[in-house]
């Protein structure tokens, strides 16, 4: 699955200069909204970008992202537009800063001085040091970049992401950074915009955290099922929590609960929850008790289980991190968590077995293995 995969062409706010001029309007941005402006070279990844944080941002209503015209003519006539942020996108698989990416920056600069500008390294695929490297190598290129030495003092931030998951040999990588480059552009929106833009954007943010920790969920699930599919009598709890714990791990950095000790509580009992089903094997029993599923070879329908497993310890824990940001779950001393987690967990479970059902129906058994870590990911990224 590419990073650059093409999207389904949607309206640009750029593309209505005629109809502006001629219903006589004074602009092409709603100045009561913050507009954030996508810079970068073509290829930089900055239109996918757009299209996968833009429905979070419609939903809002009062956010509006635009995905920058790469003429120049047309670029500076944004300058009378109410821009609030620019973000400008570089290919974080990149080995190297291009000469036109810091051109870029510096054109960014130069016609907006008085907005934040925060650098996105797009296609972001690589574990956490990767991203310092590629960090580092920005800062190091501001350094030596002659036409403008105060870029550096210019850029607020520098944040990568991966905008839409991206299948390798060894896994999936899901989405990730999305909710930090929102939770960024909050801090840095301009003072006279920030209080009637703060709660709406604080919903954004929440919304791209839930799509990052549904794609950890969806990736760790797949690799579980990869695991659960080495030919055993049955998925090995103890072979699961290294992936289950990773997966949780990921889960709690993204919502940074303040309470460590509850959130630590949280993952234990949703791991606890994810052994006990598989040494009951009341999974198992259950996907054996649909027809479809009882024609599956043995080592399939133990993928199955362990990515099913899986999936139910992930889900779980997004749901009770979005009952403490609701409101609907308040921690104190009294606050147990082995219950709340139990609840949910038991919950899950039927709606994951109808679409394990749903997935393997009319497939035969022999083919399924050759997919199996997408077609795993696509199953529980689409019974969310």
């Known amino acids: 699955m590419s990073p650059r995969a093409k999207h389904e062409a949607k309206r640009n706010i750029l593309a209505l200069p005629k109809r502006a001029e001629k219903e006589k309007k004074p602009g092409l941005l709603d100045p009561e909204k913050l507009n954030v402006l996508v810079l970068g070279a073509p290829g930089s990844g900055k239109s996918t970008l757009v299209e996968a944080i833009r429905p979070y941002v419609e939903a809002d209503g009062a956010?509006?992202?635009?995905?920058?015209?790469?003429?120049?003519?047309?670029?500076?006539?944004?300058?009378?537009?109410?821009?609030?942020?620019?973000?400008?996108?570089?290919?974080?698989?990149?080995?190297?800063?291009?000469?036109?990416?810091l051109d870029g920056l510096r054109q960014a600069a130069k016609l907006w001085p008085d907005l934040p500008l925060i650098a996105v390294f797009t296609r972001s695929l690589g574990t956490d040091e990767r991203d310092v490297a590629n960090i580092l190598m920005l800062q190091d290129a501001f350094a030596e970049y002659r036409p403008a030495k105060d870029l550096?003092?210019?850029?607020?931030?520098?944040?990568?992401?991966?905008?839409?998951?991206?299948?390798?040999?060894?896994?999936?990588?899901?989405?990730?950074?999305?909710?930090?480059?929102?939770?960024?552009?909050?801090?840095?929106?301009?003072?006279?915009?920030?209080?009637?833009?703060?709660r709406k954007v604080r919903s954004v943010v929440w919304d791209l955290k839930r799509k990052e920790a549904n794609a950890t969920v969806a990736a760790s699930s797949a690799l579980a099922a990869t695991i659960g599919a080495v030919p055993v009598s049955f998925p090995d709890a103890t072979l699961l929590v290294p992936v289950q714990t990773a997966m949780l791990a990921k889960i709690t950095r993204l919502y940074d609960l303040k309470d460590k000790n509850a959130a630590s509580q949280i993952s234990d009992a949703a791991l606890k929850a994810g052994a006990t089903t598989i040494v009951g094997r009341s999974l198992l029993v259950a996907l054996k008790g649909i027809p479809v599923v009882g024609t599956i070879g043995g080592s399939v329908l133990n993928a199955a289980v362990a990515a099913a497993v899986t999936a139910a310890v992930g889900e779980t824990t997004?749901?009770?991190?979005?009952?403490?940001?609701r409101g609907e779950l308040v921690i104190d001393e009294s606050t147990d968590f082995g219950r709340i987690v139990n609840e949910i967990f038991s919950g899950r479970v039927p709606d994951i077995v109808s679409v394990v059902a749903r997935t393997f129906a009319g497939k035969k058994a022999s083919d399924i293995p050759k997919n199996l870590a997408k077609l795993v990911y696509e199953m529980v990224a689409k019974g969310k």
């Open 152 to 198: 550096a003092l210019r850029t607020k931030d520098i944040i990568c992401v991966l905008a839409h998951e991206f299948e390798t040999p060894l896994g999936i990588v899901p989405v990730r950074g999305l909710d930090r480059l929102m939770e960024r552009t909050r801090e840095c929106i301009p003072e006279a915009q920030q209080a009637a833009s703060e």
């Open 63 to 101: 956010l509006e992202l635009i995905d920058a015209p790469e003429s120049s003519a047309k670029l500076k006539a944004l300058r009378k537009e109410p821009v609030s942020i620019v973000w400008y996108c570089l290919d974080g698989m990149q080995r190297s800063i291009l000469e036109e990416d």
């Open 318 to 325: 997004v749901a009770v991190y979005d009952r403490i940001h």
